[in-house]
C-alpha cells in the first residue's frame, strides 16, 4: 500500500541552488496538495492541483513552482533556495474536490537551505 | 487569509485524565477536519463534521462542530499514552484547506 509517496525524504541545500520535491500518488486521485510545516505551526497550502492540467496558488505560493506531470504525479519547485524556505514539507492528495473527503499525506521531505 | 486559531498549544497530563482541544475561527468553512500527526509522519484524518452542531464520536474521542461552523472541539476520555501525538484541525473551503497551528498532547503513563 504505497498512497502518497515523496522523494527525497532528506535534502540539504545551499542558498540559490534549486531542488524539485516529487511526489506520487497511487489511488486514482483527482486533487494534490503541497504544504509547508515550520514548528510551531500548522501546515500552510503552497499549492493545489484540483484536476490534472490545473494548478491554483495556496496561502503561500512566493518562491515556488508545481507542475502537475500527469494524474499521479505533483511536484514542486525551488528556482532559488533560501533559508526561509527550510522547512518540511508534505504532500497530499484528495479522491474528488471539496472538504468532506480525507486527504491522504505523504511522510514529509525535510529541506534544510544553509 | 482564513486563520483557525488552536488551544491550547501543547498539553501534558496524566493517563486516565480527559481533556478537551479546541480550533476557533473567524470565518465560516464548508467542512472541518481533525487530524493526528506523529513524529516524521504526515497527518491522518480522525474525522469531518460538516453539519453545524454535528457531533461525532469516535471510541473515547467526540469531536463536535459549532453552529456557526466557525469552531470546533476534540474531547477525549481517558486518555491513554497511545493519544500522544500532534492534532491538527483544519478548515475547508472548497479545494482549499487552512490548519490550525495544532495542539500537541503528551499523556503520561
Known amino acids: 500500500n504505497a498512497g502518497v509517496t515523496q522523494t527525497p525524504k532528506f535534502q540539504v541545500l545551499k542558498t540559490g541552488q534549486s531542488m524539485t520535491l516529487q511526489c506520487a500518488q497511487d489511488m486514482n486521485h483527482n486533487s494534490m496538495y503541497w504544504y509547508r510545516q515550520d514548528p510551531g505551526m500548522g501546515l500552510r497550502l503552497i499549492y493545489y492541483?484540483?484536476?490534472?492540467?490545473?494548478?491554483d496558488k495556496g496561502e503561500v505560493p512566493n518562491g515556488y513552482n508545481v507542475s502537475r506531470l500527469n494524474k499521479r504525479e505533483f511536484s514542486l519547485r525551488l528556482e532559488s533556495a533560501a533559508p526561509s524556505q527550510t522547512s518540511v514539507y508534505f504532500c497530499?492528495?484528495?479522491?474528488?474536490?471539496?472538504?468532506?473527503?480525507?486527504?491522504?499525506f505523504g511522510d514529509g521531505t525535510r529541506l534544510s537551505i544553509l | 487569509t482564513q486563520l483557525l486559531e488552536q488551544s491550547p498549544q501543547f498539553l501534558s497530563i496524566q493517563e486516565g485524565e480527559n481533556l478537551t482541544v479546541y480550533c476557533n475561527s473567524s470565518?465560516?468553512?464548508?467542512?472541518l477536519q481533525w487530524y493526528r500527526q506523529e513524529p516524521g509522519e504526515g497527518p491522518v484524518l480522525l474525522v469531518t463534521?460538516?453539519?453545524?452542531?454535528e457531533v461525532k464520536k469516535l471510541k473515547r474521542l467526540t469531536f463536535q462542530f459549532g453552529d456557526a461552523r466557525k469552531d470546533s472541539s476534540l474531547h477525549i476520555t481517558a486518555a491513554q499514552p497511545g493519544d500522544t501525538g500532534l492534532y491538527l484541525c483544519a478548515g475547508s473551503d472548497f479545494n482549499k484547506f487552512y490548519f490550525g497551528s495544532g495542539t500537541k498532547l503528551n499523556v503520561k503513563p
Open positions: 463534521v460538516v453539519t453545524g452542531g
Open positions: 492541483s484540483a484536476s490534472e492540467g490545473t494548478t
Open positions: 470565518s465560516v468553512f464548508s467542512s
Open positions: 497530499a492528495s484528495l479522491l474528488g474536490a471539496g472538504g468532506n473527503q480525507p486527504q491522504h
